[in-house]
């Protein structure tokens, strides 16, 4: 495994660290039961974002290039949200119920930010919401390359995605 030096933490701590979100060590029971096993680094990444209320400001930080596919994978998403719910509440959720779980959880945020993580060719950069939170969207994308098990260039992709939709909204990337 890489290893990275960052201040205060040895590589040895910094390794599991890295392991506890591959084993999703931070997930309630719950969570684990209705997420799927190759998600859990992704869901475990964002839980511990929502642990330092960073799960809002990261995730507007992205934005979708294909609303179709998005889409159609929310739903899915959703639906495990749903799952999830209904695992706690021991029945099936009503709409306001829904609702408010969604409002209270940022499940808005959370899916963005697990699409991104799952589809990084088909997200760009929010240019403001991400130079306004650099930092942590960096921390965060940075993570994720070392957790994921195929280790996307996230961030030089979103960029390369960033600027051929910046081109093509300023009219230069216009096929005749």
């Not at 591959?22 to 039961?33: S, V």
């Not at 899915?76 to 099936?92: A, D, N, S, V």
Request: net charge negative; proline share 5%; with cysteine.
């Amino acid at each position: 495994m890489e290893t990275l030096k960052i201040r205060g933490l040895q590589d040895k701590e910094f390794e599991e660290h890295m392991d506890s979100y591959r084993r999703g060590d931070n997930l309630t029971l719950e969570q684990k039961r209705v997420i799927d096993s190759s998600d859990t680094w992704a869901v475990s990444l964002i839980e511990d974002l929502d642990k330092r209320e960073l799960v809002v400001p990261v995730g507007d930080a992205f934005f979708y290039m294909d609303l179709g596919h998005s889409n159609e994978v929310q739903q899915k998403w959703f639906q495990k949200e749903k799952e999830l719910l209904e695992w706690t509440l021991g029945r099936p959720p009503t709409t306001k119920e829904l609702l408010a779980d969604a409002f209270l959880h940022h499940n808005p945020e959370r899916f963005r930010l697990a699409y991104t993580l799952n589809f990084p060719y088909k997200m760009c950069f929010n240019k403001p919401k991400y130079y306004a939170n650099r930092s942590d969207v960096d921390v965060f994308l940075a993570e994720a390359e070392i957790v994921h098990p195929s280790r996307y260039p996230y961030f030089m992709q979103i960029w390369y995605n960033t600027d051929i939709v910046q081109t093509r909204a300023n009219g230069n990337g216009r096929k005749n």
